[in-house]
């Protein structure tokens, strides 16, 4: 799902000028009073009755707009996970009122318990381990709309009539008995809808029919064949204007891409735009495997939530941008194929999503639009410093969908993971991920993921995870350097770094890449940075000019450069350093600063003083300086090393030992 939160975050970004900043600030209030609307998250029992595994749902729903009033018959098959089941429930509000359970065509026991989102269901014999049974709900009310606006009656961009659903996270309760918790898919489902004429029903799958019921009604009747999770089931109905697309995946085999157009948006603006969808399937399809529900198609319909939710083949579309169509598209394979198997483990469908954005965009613009999503997206991560991107509390949709947290960190988490793994194999990590047989049409947790990006990796990522994932906050680095010469065009730099105590982890391990530029070269390497203050010590050829911490900026953090000796800094005195080595046979290298353009002389004399070699004689800029100095032709002994300036003038002793 994508709201209109995150959205802002890229509002400067060209491509989304065309919305403007009241446009924006209208949606956020609209949203704002959303989220006053409903609130039952304390009645939750989560998640769902674990004596059941639903294998199939069936909704037959016959929806009257103008009294705000749903009919329903929901199928619902399981197998019992109890050796004598004699009871279970089903998760439903009371606000839906059921008149009758049946089984076999036969009235069973039911209850629905006064302040209990439940609907407890008494069987007529005990059930053993495995046995199948199928129940039917029959049921009736007005659906209360919770959280995002599970259950909308509302209004086209003509006036006309709309209906549509976003039950993510708690939301299918609201209209619909189910087990409410996307750790269990049904194996397949069915949407029946019934409707007044004139309006258009859309829902996960394939139309099978539409049959004319001849009393001013018509019933849309919709078949998905792939596992799907509760949340996933929708209901998109308008007065649509239908338009087709294609999607070819290979020389002679196309999928269709059904989009449903409110009467006042279809124009050539979001045609353009839905017409981009076939190219940012291609994309993900290249990378994590074909489109998941290829043997059915995928669609856009209308809503108008200021977003978009990845209902499966269905995505309910309230905003036409690029982003969000991109963002809902990846989800078909990060939220529906593979679906967080808890709401603990959201970023695995929101910070993946988020994350294919920016691969989508890296892939079509450039590597320097990536980074403008990457910088976007670490901004919004940093607002956040107590969550982690695991929800430890899910009690509240707000938690759950928190924009710095399971979205913006969660697609950071994944850049970082790239960064540490490389292309080729982060690539394998969500391909190996996206088609494991576990997962797979299935739900996965964040530790699952973990031993995939492990096994692939063949890296130990419990560190990076711990921190990252379950801890929060980000670091902040601060980090100095200086050099010595020590022979042959080789110079040793030291390299501090040094991190700002944090508490949940108390400082980040994590590998660090650090370029180098010389006056020969310019070289990037990686020291694994494991410790609050750490020192490493880095050879490279060359005088080193510049030293740079996460050039790529793959790491989310505050950089504090301090003072001293960092990045190519002017000397702000004169100094003369001990020479090195000291004693030396027979070579030795001199180095000084000089803070401001002025003659320089540096002289070597013997113990009675006299000069023996002159190896700087001229004007010099400001700098650091390192002189190589050869005794080859001269006697073991003390020598002197003077250097003279306009201002400043100094003398060492050194140690020839032959
Ligand atoms: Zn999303």
Request: glycine share 6%; hydrophobic share 35%.
């Amino acid at each position: 799902m994508k709201y209109y939160w995150h959205i802002m975050a890229f509002a400067f970004l060209p491509f989304l000028s065309m919305y403007s900043q009241a446009f924006l600030n209208n949606i956020v209030k609209e949203e704002k009073s959303n989220f006053e609307r409903f609130n039952k998250s304390l009645n939750i029992n989560y998640p769902g009755d674990s004596t059941i595994d639903v294998t199939y749902y069936k909704l037959n729903i016959a929806l009257n707009y103008d009294a705000k009033y749903l009919n329903g018959d929901v199928t619902i098959s399981f197998k019992s996970e109890s050796s004598n089941l004699t009871s279970f429930f089903l998760d439903l509000q009371n606000t839906m009122t059921v008149d009758s359970v049946r089984m076999n065509g036969n009235r069973i026991n039911f209850a629905q318990q006064a302040g209990q989102a439940k609907l407890e269901i008494n069987l007529p014999s005990a059930m053993g381990l495995n046995q199948e049974e199928s129940i039917d709900v029959f049921y009736g009310g007005s659906p209360a709309s919770s959280d995002f606006g599970s259950f909308t009656f509302g209004r086209d961009d003509a006036g006309g009539k709309t209906i549509a659903t976003l039950s993510e996270p708690y939301g299918a309760s609201d209209w619909w008995p189910c087990k409410d918790t996307p750790a269990d898919k049904a194996d397949s489902s069915d949407v029946w809808m019934t409707v007044e004429n004139g309006l258009t029903a859309v829902s996960n799958g394939k139309l099978m029919e539409v049959v004319d019921n001849g009393n001013g009604t018509h019933t849309f009747k919709w078949k998905n064949s792939y596992p799907i999770a509760q949340y996933l089931i929708s209901m998109a109905i308008a007065n649509y204007i239908k338009y087709n697309n294609y999607y070819k995946y290979s020389s002679t085999d196309s999928m269709l891409i059904s989009n449903y157009i409110w009467q006042n948006s279809y124009n050539s603006s979001t045609t353009y735009l839905l017409d981009l969808v076939p190219g940012m399937m291609k994309i993900f399809s290249d990378r994590f495997g074909p489109y998941p529900f290829l043997k059915e198609k995928y669609g856009n319909a209308q809503f108008s939530f200021p977003g978009g939710m990845e209902h499966q083949t269905i995505t309910s579309l309230g905003a036409y941008s690029d982003g969000v169509l991109v963002h809902e598209l990846a989800h078909q394979w990060f939220g529906d194929k593979v679906t967080c198997k808890t709401w603990h483990d959201v970023w695995l469908n929101e910070g993946f999503a988020t994350y294919c954005q920016d691969i989508y965009f890296e892939d079509k613009d450039g590597r320097q639009y990536y980074n403008i999503y990457i910088n976007s997206q670490m901004s919004s991560a940093k607002r956040d410093t107590i969550h982690s991107v695991y929800v430890n509390d899910i009690s509240s949709f707000e938690n759950i969908f928190n924009s710095a947290t399971s979205y913006a960190k969660g697609a950071i988490v994944l850049h970082m993971l790239r960064g540490i793994v490389g292309d080729s194999t982060f690539y394998n990590i969500l391909k190996t991920y996206n088609n494991d047989p576990g997962f797979a049409y299935n739900s996965a947790t964040t530790a699952e993921f973990q031993s995939i990006a492990e096994s692939v990796s063949g890296l130990d990522l419990n560190y990076f995870f711990k921190e990252w994932v379950y801890g929060v906050s980000y670091p902040v680095y601060s980090y100095n350097w200086n050099y010595i010469y020590t022979g042959n065009d080789i110079y040793q730099i030291t390299l501090n770094i040094q991190q700002q105590q944090r508490r949940h982890p108390q400082f980040f391990k994590m590998p660090v890449q650090i370029n180098i530029e010389t006056n020969s070269a310019d070289t990037t390497v990686t020291v694994f940075n494991d410790k609050l203050q750490q020192q490493f010590d880095i050879s490279v050829k060359g005088i080193p000019l510049q030293v740079t911490f996460d050039p790529g900026n793959l790491i989310l953090k505050d950089l504090i450069v301090t003072g001293i000796a960092n990045e190519k800094s002017v000397p702000h005195k004169f100094q003369l350093e001990q020479n090195y080595p000291n004693p030396f046979n027979p070579a030795t290298v001199i180095n000084y600063y000089i803070p401001h353009i002025t003659k320089v002389k540096l002289t070597i004399t013997d113990e009675l003083g006299r000069v023996v070699k002159t190896l700087v004689d001229k004007e010099q800029t400001a700098g650091q300086y390192s002189v190589p100095f050869n005794a080859k032709d001269l006697a073991s002994g003390i020598y002197f090393y003077t250097l003279d300036t306009e201002k400043f003038s100094q003398t060492k002793k050194m140690i020839f030992l032959k």
